[in-house]
């Protein structure tokens, strides 16, 4: 297969039968809508959406030093996560930049998964391959090996309910335990991506059709319905959640990115770029970093990943991330701004689209959150 050829996920046949829009995304062909953009977010908001996120990148580590080596090669401290518990972190180059954000998984004492955005997941294996070096440990690269089904929404409890033998009450947010989805072997996940309830079920790239032919028809009735990358995007970026290449990226450090708590000092041993991230933190406490910020539109005008954000005439930030909002029905977008002009309520702060300055609210982030 050449590289140029898109890789196609288990459920690749189905989306084209539901008329879906496919877009080329991190070398995968990929549903960017199957009908409206709104009505797909609105779904997740207030019922519940399917996504096939096959694209995502599973690696798998084993051994006797499994959490030894995850210490280092990441920012974390994998240590203390819990058998069946889950936890954000990021891996970082040895100058503190940031590889890729990540979710790592326990699923035994020493077995771990680690899922990586598509776009990195190469990247990412091949750092944990290198620094694996020297542990008794085992990388594995097991994006093949799963396909990657989420429903997210405040129904989905409900519906999964009806398909599992797990105790998904007693499941916390991050969390995951093995169980049957639809009579399928699946790791059952309650994690997400959109700000709302939700899990995301790992499955056997056959089992696939049928976990989500069982979720569509126990969904369809309270409302369910297929969702593409396009809402995912406007669903993350209204619950503050970053996306690696707009607000990660090598170039900034976790605490660049406001992210610092990631970063756990205080565990044993060294770990990859703790040097350069200890300067970084150093920096951030002197002299504070760019600050990312949430603004939202007074006009119509969507602002884009790059624009410049001004204020008196003077360049004071950058857009990350820019979409309109189905839920605030304005514009909203992140940005790095600098620290005078990060507080939420500063007047004055516009965004240069295209020679015309627009006006715009500095708020705190999230612009959306979920009422529990």
């Not at 294996?125 to 085992?138: M, P, Q, S, V």
Request: glycine share 12%; proline share 6%; aromatic share 6%.
């Amino acid at each position: 297969m050449s590289s140029t050829t898109p890789r196609l996920t288990a459920l690749d046949a189905l989306h084209r039968s539901l008329g879906a829009t496919m877009t080329d995304f991190a070398g995968w062909d990929m549903p960017l809508r199957y009908g409206s953009e709104r009505d797909e977010h609105l779904a997740v908001r207030t019922k519940a959406g399917l996504f096939d996120l096959s694209h995502m990148g599973e690696i798998t580590v084993t051994g006797p030093q499994a959490a030894e080596l995850l210490a280092f090669a990441l920012v974390g401290n994998i240590a203390t996560v819990g058998v069946g518990r889950a936890r954000y972190t990021m891996i970082c180059q040895e100058d503190g930049g940031i590889l890729d954000d990540l979710i790592v998984y326990r699923l035994a004492e020493h077995e771990f998964m680690v899922v990586a955005n598509a776009s990195n997941a190469q990247v990412v294996l091949d750092a944990l391959t290198a620094r694996a070096a020297g542990f008794d440990a085992l990388v594995r690269d097991d994006r093949d090996a799963y396909a990657l089904i989420a429903v997210q929404g405040p129904e989905s409890p409900g519906i999964l309910a009806s398909l599992t033998d797990a105790d998904l009450d007693g499941l916390k947010y991050y969390a995951g335990l093995p169980g049957t989805v639809a009579g399928v072997p699946a790791l059952i996940a309650r994690t997400g991506y959109t700000g709302e309830d939700g899990f995301e079920l790992f499955v056997a790239p056959a089992d696939a059709e049928k976990v989500w032919q069982a979720l569509t028809d126990a969904g369809t009735p309270v409302g369910l319905i297929p969702c593409g990358l396009s809402c995912r995007d406007t669903l993350r970026l209204e619950a503050g959640m970053p996306l690696y290449g707009h607000e990660l990226t090598t170039s900034l450090t976790p605490f660049d990115a406001g992210l610092g708590r990631v970063v756990k000092f205080e565990k044993e041993g060294d770990f990859v770029g703790r040097a350069a991230l200890q300067q970084a933190a150093e920096r951030a406490e002197q002299n504070p970093p760019r600050v990312l910020v949430g603004l939202v539109a007074e006009g119509r005008r969507v602002p884009r990943a790059g624009y410049p954000v001004v204020s008196g005439g003077q360049v004071v930030g950058e857009i990350t991330s820019g979409a309109p909002s189905p839920t605030l029905g304005k514009p909203i977008a992140m940005a790095y701004v600098d620290a005078a002009h990060a507080a939420p309520g500063t007047t004055g702060v516009g965004v240069d689209i295209r020679g015309t300055h627009e006006p715009y609210e500095v708020v705190a982030l999230p612009f959306y959150k979920r009422r529990k």
